[in-house]
């Protein structure tokens, strides 16, 4: 079992910019990350993946915009955002699967609003 824990979800303005964190109650080297969002009256979609080994990945709306990265020794992975837009307004969550199991965080705010 990993419990994930997100954090850095705010309120801000457009063109602004936001870290979050997800940071795993394990080790989380051996697992694919990634963050996926749901925004108001949408599915969860994926935002941007780290596999333990191998490329990233970015849905095509976050891409130039958005970097995801991991501190495998922190047990925590990062999702820098920057020139933030309202349709960025969601739910973020992370996810760590692998080994057939799935975890989920219960998720951080993020608003983007003037």
């Known amino acids: 079992q990993v419990q994930l824990v997100e954090s850095g979800g705010d309120l801000v303005q457009p063109g602004g910019s936001l870290r979050l964190s997800c940071t795993a109650s394990?080790?989380?080297?051996?697992?694919?990350m990634a963050w996926y969002r749901q925004g108001p009256g949408k599915q969860r979609e994926l935002v941007a993946a780290?596999?333990?080994?191998?490329?990233?990945g970015y849905t095509d709306s976050v891409k130039g915009r958005c970097t995801i990265s991991r501190d495998n020794a922190k047990n925590t992975v990062y999702l820098q955002m920057n020139s933030l837009k309202p349709e960025d307004t969601a739910v973020y969550y992370c996810q760590a699967s692998g080994f057939g199991f799935e975890y989920w965080g219960q998720g951080t705010r993020v608003t983007i609003s003037s």
């Open positions: 780290i596999p333990s080994v191998g490329s990233l």
């Open positions: 394990k080790s989380i080297s051996v697992y694919h």
